[in-house]
């Protein structure tokens, strides 16, 4: 991009690596206009903002929708947020508008700051300006009138928000079966591992952050069974595997964020888990195990809700793949409908096993969203029981939605130095 070397100038540090689903943004332009926006935000490639303003006299609304890229140079990273196919929602009086771009900047020192502006496509430093504000909104914080703002009455967005507001709070989750159903969470992490321990220890945290907030959500019991640090090994990961006995009303997800590979005569397309905490071990039977083998002996063991996940390489031996490509993503979750969330963890049963990459694939990741499966995970989790999620909450659709937010995170534009990364996923998950 042109004149890019030049926001160096403007070094900023990292905008939160995980947001909301709603954020607000107020900034001035050139001429002194005042702008609001009101953003909502999927992911990388599902996100749009609606900008209100006044001109000579009128007041108006216009919608930009958004997709975000990544760039490094000279050490600084970089992340835009494109804005594109700009409409207006009240009359346009024979205006056009040029949709805002927004770009934040950092290095490693990780400090938050503002994101900047332009409706520049070549990014001239001429041209660049720092918003007034920029930050999250939780679903308390907003109100009819606010959103009036910027939404026509027969929005379709709109009137999911007004279905929320005006339904009374349901805090108490009502379930059919005889005993509780527990959530028993394994986690094995390869946390102390050179190359990718940082996003692992990141995927550890959001995991655990998510199903306690979960398991808190629904009152029901979680039980955590972590395997990270120098505790990472293919005996505790069988030892503690053979531990966990869920009765026919639990739920059981096993998540592995670490190395994986594939043997050279293997015929599962699932990958082979690197069960070693340092490169000086030898790789074998004694330190490895497959995904399959794992999902197998988890079926045996009769839970109503298997799940096993892999956030791991499909490859050869000793590939790492990490990259200072860096995303918005969700995290705390506060904006969500607790009966959608009841109903996937109640009234669902069956068995489920994904991977990020498919047969000689590599999984992505970084040091600041950890694995790009795993985020992507998240996301969809978030996207499945949004309150402006019209359709009824479902597994299969959920974990599709995770491949295909994981593959636009390693898309050309959002990570330039990735390869491609198509997931793969078995499922026998049915309705009850």
């Not at 499909?314 to 860096?326: A, D």
């Amino acid at each position: 991009m042109k004149n890019l070397i030049f926001l160096f100038l403007f070094q900023a540090g990292i905008l939160s690596a995980y947001s909301q689903t709603f954020y607000e943004t107020k900034f001035l332009d050139e001429s002194g206009n005042f702008y609001t926006g009101f953003m909502v935000y999927y992911s990388e490639n599902n996100c749009y903002m609606r900008i209100a303003f006044d001109l000579e006299g009128h007041y108006h609304v216009v919608h930009v929708e958004y997709e975000s890229i990544t760039a490094e140079e000279d050490g600084v990273n970089y992340l835009f947020l494109l804005g594109m196919n700009p409409f207006y929602i009240t009359d346009s009086f024979g205006y056009t508008y040029e949709p805002e771009h927004f770009v934040w900047i950092w290095d490693r020192s990780e400090t938050t700051e503002k994101p900047y502006y332009t409706t520049d496509p070549d990014f001239n430093i001429e041209n660049i300006y720092e918003v007034e504000y920029f930050d999250e909104l939780d679903l308390s914080e907003l109100s009819e009138q606010y959103l009036r703002g910027f939404y026509a009455e027969d929005d379709p967005d709109y009137l999911s928000f007004i279905k929320v507001f005006n339904k009374p709070e349901e805090d108490t989750i009502i379930t059919n079966y005889d005993i509780q159903p527990v959530i028993h969470l394994f986690m094995v992490a390869n946390t102390s591992i050179g190359d990718i321990g940082k996003s692992c220890e990141i995927d550890k945290y959001n995991i655990l952050s998510e199903f306690e907030g979960i398991a808190g959500a629904l009152n029901i019991d979680l039980k955590k069974y972590i395997i990270s640090g120098k505790e990472f090994s293919k005996k505790n990961l069988i030892k503690t595997m053979q531990s966990i006995i869920p009765n026919s009303e639990d739920i059981v997800f096993f998540i592995y964020s670490g190395h994986g590979f594939r043997w050279n005569d293997q015929d599962d397309y699932y990958p082979q888990l690197d069960l070693r905490n340092n490169n000086y071990q030898d790789l074998n039977t004694e330190t490895s195990l497959s995904l399959s083998a794992i999902y197998n002996a988890f079926i045996a063991k009769g839970a109503r809700l298997t799940f096993i996940l892999g956030d791991c390489c499909n490859s050869e031996v000793g590939i790492k793949q990490t990259t200072n490509s860096s995303f918005l993503a969700t995290k705390s979750n506060r904006n969500y409908n607790k009966q959608y969330l009841s109903k996937l963890f109640f009234d669902y049963s069956g068995s489920l096993i994904a991977t990020a990459a498919s047969p000689g694939e590599y999984s992505w990741s970084n040091g600041v969203n950890g694995g790009f499966f795993t985020s992507s995970f998240l996301q969809a989790i978030r996207e499945e029981i949004s309150i402006l999620n019209d359709d009824v909450p479902d597994w299969d659709e959920l974990v599709d939605n995770t491949l295909r937010i994981a593959k636009q995170k390693t898309s050309p534009s959002n990570c330039p130095v990735c390869s491609a990364q198509n997931g793969l996923k078995y499922s026998k998950i049915t309705s009850e």
